[in-house]
């Protein structure tokens, strides 16, 4: 039984072995959740105004740059930051409203005072994409790596795009989505649009470099998926079990997704 107390309170994971610096943090609600990793996010950020973040997209995120937005007009400053975001479709150009590129303009990077040229998310029109995925991971590399990786989770136990199958060494590549992802993603498209079955994606070696990873599962939908990733067995079949051999990962959670713990 992974350790619960209370509510709203974070804890060292002792049932993780052989990991130094585990922890899960409970809320009651998904508001809840997301304010703790926004002032995750944001603690960073005042301890290193240039602090390299990386950064998600989902629903489940939303909150959180809801939250950090609030922050910034209180007075958190982003303008130092860098930021590298975990995915994009494949054939979306970066115009496209449901792209990921116009979806954090729209949800957070407009709204604070982030430098757009210090923004990267992977061109998912690029027309050598091994070059592309290539280039994304020399950039991370030339910013001295991530300071902080933010993650959901996928209903598949997938991070980012690396889907059921992913590989603990995979780097920045295109991937073909499944088909369980596609269908939890198609409540963000309009049935007339043609929705991507393929993406490029941070690999899991790529995010696992991460100095620091926080992941962030609220609702019913993700309790199978987070009990998978933080208890079962370290696997292809849930990408996201690889985190249990991070040295510095937070799992967040609201009791309706940590309900199987
Ligand atoms: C998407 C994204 C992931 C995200 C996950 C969950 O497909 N590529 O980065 O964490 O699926 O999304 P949501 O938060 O909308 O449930």
């Not at 269908?183 to 620091?212: C, D, H, K, W, Y």
């Not at 933080?230 to 985190?243: E, W």
């Amino acid at each position: 039984m992974f350790p619960i107390n209370e509510w709203g309170t974070s804890m060292s994971a002792a049932a993780f072995e052989n990991v130094e610096n585990e922890e899960l943090a409970l809320h009651r609600t998904a508001n809840d959740a997301a304010t703790d990793l926004a002032n995750r996010i944001a603690n960073i950020v005042r301890d290193k105004p240039d602090a390299v973040l990386g950064l998600a997209t989902g629903g489940t995120m939303e909150p959180v740059y809801e939250a950090l937005i609030a922050m910034n007009r209180d007075g958190l400053s982003f303008a130092g930051v860098r930021s590298f975001n975990l995915d994009e479709y494949l054939g979306l150009d970066p115009t496209h409203p449901m792209s990921y590129r116009a979806t954090m303009h729209r949800i957070f990077f407009d709204h604070v005072d982030i430098l757009p040229e210090n923004t990267h998310l992977p061109n998912g029109t690029a027309t050598d994409l091994t070059a592309e995925s290539a280039a994304y991971e020399n950039a991370i590399r030339q910013t001295g790596g991530i300071d902080l990786q933010i993650l959901g989770i996928g209903r598949n136990g997938h991070i980012g795009f690396n889907e059921p199958g992913s590989t603990v060494n995979s780097r920045t590549r295109v991937v073909t989505l499944a088909p369980d992802t596609i269908s939890a993603n198609s409540r963000f498209f309009n049935r007339t649009e043609e929705q991507p079955v393929q993406a490029i994606t941070m690999g899991l070696g790529t995010i696992l470099e991460a100095r620091q990873i926080a992941i962030l599962a609220t609702g019913k939908s993700k309790a199978r998926a987070l009990d998978n990733a933080m208890r079962g067995p370290v696997t292809p079949d849930c990408p996201a079990s690889f985190l249990q051999d991070h040295k510095s990962v937070s799992w967040i959670a609201d009791n309706e997704a940590a309900d199987l713990l």
